[in-house]
């Protein structure tokens, strides 16, 4: 390892004096955009060779749902025996990393997001890669600029980069990945100069995936209907009841999770407790299980075979009206799921689970609306919408929420009803909580930056910094040339004078 770092900077070294400082940045935010995007391709990748794994297995739909007790069982093991018991997950952990620790992210969250989340996950767990995959990508960028020996600043601007190309990676969608990082990470004044860097990696990451990944594993849609303007009151009917939901996601999610958390028992035992509880959900509502995507693609296509019904329940129920319960079900579990499979040991985050969450929020939505006989709206258009209007609220970034979904149904033909919803809900939760649910209590201690430039310099400062309780002293006898010859021999400007 040493010789190839050694390589890499004598390599640098060079380059550095023959191109200009923004070249040296541009060719650095290169490298970091593909190395991020090859961890998100293995990442994605070893997640699908699981998934496909275990249901080429053929076994019984109970033993299935057992799979995710291994998973969370195997992320625990991991971390115990490989990761000293504990490791830092999510968005606020980068966060904290530029705001308390200079932007140097540990070399091990190049590679340990990857391995846990790729357990949690790819087994069953109900939650998302994308946390991981910007934790991979800033850890990428931090590491790649440490060893080019960059300013704090380009650390910062590298850190983003990295988490540009990880989303743009897993959605093949390079402008929210820019937007991403721009609205979410670098909170501090963002100048025009850092969107070139965050262009080109995004776009670097976003070609790892078009290449490598088949495009059954991109996550993208076809639009079957246009956007209508009469459907625009129901569209801001929508983001009302995405802006209370993603409130509901926020505060049922942590309250499941810290309870879980704080159990006093021992990991393993915690994760076999979480896997059990998962598999009792599943029985019921199977969408629940894993991150979800297939269950979306279908949603927003209009699609209504979706009810996999262990339980029976819902053939007991006229069919119109059980997809709106079974809809309505998945809205307000699916948080816990993925509160269960984060408390209980598992890594993930909640930018799938939350998207998830707003498909089905707006397919329940549009049927219910359709099982009147009054109205007649696009189930999938509104999937779609309610998608980036429960992004928008529960993750705090209304316009990586509006570019996602564009570039990922490979048109703006919604953008309209995007911004309307995606706006209303981001508005109604910042009434409530000014900060998202993964940063607010960080933030509530100083311990990150927030969108306040002069509270962030005021949190910055450490009081215990700044106190000084040792001072050079001379006795009231001795005279003015005795100062002066103190004064030239120590640095501080301030003396304590005493009576002898």
């Known amino acids: 390892m040493r010789p190839v770092k050694q390589l890499y900077q004598y390599i640098m070294l060079y380059l550095r004096t023959k191109i200009t400082r923004v070249q040296y940045i541009m060719i650095i935010a290169t490298l970091t955009g593909l190395f991020s995007g090859l961890a998100a391709v293995l990442l994605k990748s070893l997640v699908h060779f699981l998934q496909v794994s275990i249901t080429e297995m ?38 904290k990393s530029i705001a308390r620790r200079s932007s140097f992210i540990p070399l091990r969250h190049t590679y340990q997001h990857v391995i846990t989340s790729s357990l949690t996950v790819g087994l069953g767990g109900s939650a998302g890669l994308e946390a991981p995959i910007v934790s991979t990508g800033a ?16 650390r910062s601007l590298l850190i983003a980069c990295g988490s540009a190309a ?33 262009i080109i990696s995004s776009v670097v990451g976003a070609l790892c995936s078009k290449i490598i990944l088949k495009e059954s594993s ?134 799938a689970p939350s998207l998830f969450t707003g498909a089905f ?3 329940g939505f549009s049927k219910l609306l359709n099982n009147t006989g009054w109205f007649q709206i696009p189930d999938g258009n509104f999937s779609l919408v309610g998608m980036a209007g429960v992004l928008s609220g529960v993750m705090y970034c209304p316009l990586s929420a509006i570019f996602l979904i564009a570039e990922i149904t490979n048109g703006y033909e919604l953008f309209i009803p995007l911004m309307l919803v995606s706006s209303i809900s981001f508005f109604i939760v910042k009434s409530y909580e000014p900060y998202s649910m993964e940063t607010k209590r960080l933030a509530i201690e100083g311990e990150i ?26 006795p009231l006898e001795r005279k003015l040339r005795d100062l002066v010859e103190i004064v030239k021999k120590k640095r501080s400007q301030h003396f304590c004078s005493y009576r002898q």
């Not at 927030?450 to 050079?472: G, P, S, V, W």
């Open 58 to 95: 053929q076994v019984s739909r109970f033993a299935y749902l057992a799979f995710p007790v291994l998973g969370l069982l195997a992320t625990a093991l991991v971390i115990r025996y490989f990761f000293n018991g504990y490791i830092e997950k999510g968005i606020a952990m980068v966060l």
């Open 139 to 154: 850890a990428i960028g931090s590491n790649t600029a440490r060893i080019s020996e960059l300013s704090y600043r380009e």
């Open 166 to 198: 990880g989303i743009a990676a897993v959605f093949n969608a390079p402008i929210a990945g820019v937007i991403f990082a721009i609205e979410v990470l670098l909170t501090e004044a963002v100048v025009v100069s850092y969107f070139i860097p965050l």
């Open 218 to 351: 991109l996550f993208n849609f076809v639009l079957k209907e246009n956007f209508d303007y009469h459907n625009v009151l129901f569209y801001v009917l929508l983001g009302a009841l995405c802006g209370f939901i993603s409130l509901y996601y926020a505060r049922i999610f942590k309250r499941v999770e810290g309870r879980i958390h704080r159990w006093s028992i021992n990991p393993f035992m915690k994760a076999v407790a979480g896997g059990l509880m998962l598999m009792a959900l599943y029985f019921v509502l199977f969408p629940l299980f894993g991150e979800g995507y297939d269950s979306i693609k279908i949603v927003a296509n209009g699609t209504e075979k979706i009810i996999n019904d262990n339980s029976t329940l819902f053939s007991l129920m006229d069919e119109r009206w059980s997809l709106v319960v079974f809809a309505g079900l998945i809205v307000l579990l699916k948080p816990i799921a993925a509160a269960i499979t984060i408390g209980s040991g598992g890594n993930g985050g909640n930018f």
């Open 361 to 363: 929020l707006g397919f």
């Open 449 to 474: 930056f927030t969108h306040q430039k002069e509270k962030n310099i005021l949190t910055a400062i450490r009081l215990e910094e700044m106190l000084q309780d040792k001072y050079d002293t001379i």
